[in-house]
């Protein structure tokens, strides 16, 4: 009793029959391939994702879903297609006439646009909560030193840690330095926020946290936001859109209330039945 | 009697002041092994493969060769490429260079020690090479990695006597001078080693100090 597929762009990707006007993504993935050694990571990727959307992706270990936030920041390169980021493309740039290899300070320019936040946090050890959300700001933006102090004192507000300002990582609990990294992420006013298992590493009574942040800073700031995630309650009731992936493409993918209420595909199923069973 | 008290005490005066060039050649070689031990550190993880591999090379090779022989090679060779160093100078530079390379392995495992996600941080929030190197990465390399460079400084201080060999008037050389011209070796060799023996301990000493208060900043 298999639903007929829903109509797709060139792309792939499902269009929403509702969505009535068409907007420039504000991410574009266009046949982008990532192989480590003899083993295809990521195949042949297409994936758009509509400006200040929130997208969660899930998927089984190894299945290609950390990586896909890894090429967007470049963190690794890709090895074929393109990506591109507000109407840009991130892998590469014009010249002459064609698109070569995009050079390191195009890559910069480009990659401004988007922000991460770590399964581990790697906030900086030897800078206060305050420093690390200055660091940048004055490094890359050419803030001010008073100027980066008040935008970081603010974002720690918001983050509730207006209080911890002067500590230093270790002197902060798990979820308290993973919103010292949410904070310092936003500091550099980002169109694109990238979430990769923020909590994963967290004890579970510091989850909640962590997740009223991110639940806050999505519904405030006008952000794209892609987080790979195994909090399924919560890529149900804050995404817009959820991406099963498994063995480095999109297996199934649409909104939340279908892909965990009725998901299409047999190995979704599994992959929700196991999610549910651990707990 | 074998150690003359009268004679050490005419001698003390000299070799205090042979002390001097001692301490001398010693820190500015090491101030110099330091920096070029980073830079060379730094090259070697360079992205161009080419640059990576000369670096590494250069490195091998100071390291494999005896000091003696890089301070006769400045001293002695480089004269004849019309390059004239005087004695001091090229001691400086041949103990710079050999405890640079030294050293600039220490930097590599300080540098390699530190977790990937510091880099992936700086690349996360944009950051140039040079201000992740300089805000983010070498400030926090540096405090686990003073020990052995203060092995490395007792080390090269302990190698300075070499620099007797072209005539530089360091400890050794003025001992040996003072030797040969009253044929009383006991009182000067001691003292050259009594020096070195307090002068190291100092040393350890301070390195255990700057290792505390770096590890409780």
Known sequence: MNAPPAPTLASGVPTDPHDEKKTEPMIRFQGVGKRYGDVKVIDALDLEVAPNEKVAIIGPSGSGKTTVLRLLMTLESIDDGAIWVDGESLTHMPRDGGLVRADKQHVRRVRSNIGMVFQHFNLFPHMTALQNCMEAPINVLGLTKPDAEQRAGELLKMVGLESKVGNYPRQLSGGQQQRVAIARALAMRPKVMLFDEVTSALDPELVGEVLDVIRRIGTEHNLTMLMVTHQMGFAKEFADRVCFFCGGKIAEQGRPEKLFGAPEQERTRRFLRAVLEAG | ?217
């Open chain 2, 1 to 217: 009697m074998l150690f003359d008290l009268h004679y050490t005490a005419t001698i003390l005066p000299l070799l205090a002041q042979a002390s001097l060039v001692t301490l001398k050649a010693t820190l500015l070689g090491f101030l110099l092994a330091t920096t070029l031990g980073l830079a060379l550190a730094i090259l070697r993880m360079a992205p161009s493969r080419w640059l990576r591999w000369s670096v590494t090379g250069l490195v091998e090779f100071i390291r494999s060769t005896p000091l003696l022989i890089q301070i006769f090679f400045l001293y002695f060779v480089l004269p004849e490429a019309g390059i004239n160093l005087d004695a001091l100078t090229a001691g400086v530079l041949a103990l710079g260079l050999h405890y640079g390379a030294y050293c600039s392995e220490v930097y590599r495992a300080g540098f390699e020690g530190l977790p990937k996600g510091q880099w992936e941080a700086c690349t996360a929030l944009n950051m140039s090479p040079l201000a992740t190197w300089k805000n983010i990465i070498i400030p926090q390399a540096i405090p686990p990695i003073v020990p052995a460079l203060g092995n490395y400084l007792v080390a090269l201080f302990k190698e300075t006597p070499l620099l007797s060999a072209i005539a530089v008037l360091e400890l050794m050389q003025t001992a040996k001078i003072l030797g040969s011209e009253s044929f009383r070796y006991v009182e000067p060799i001691t003292l050259v080693g009594l020096f070195f023996l307090v002068f190291s301990l100092v040393s350890a000493f301070l390195i255990r100090w700057v290792e505390r208060y770096l590890n409780h900043r």
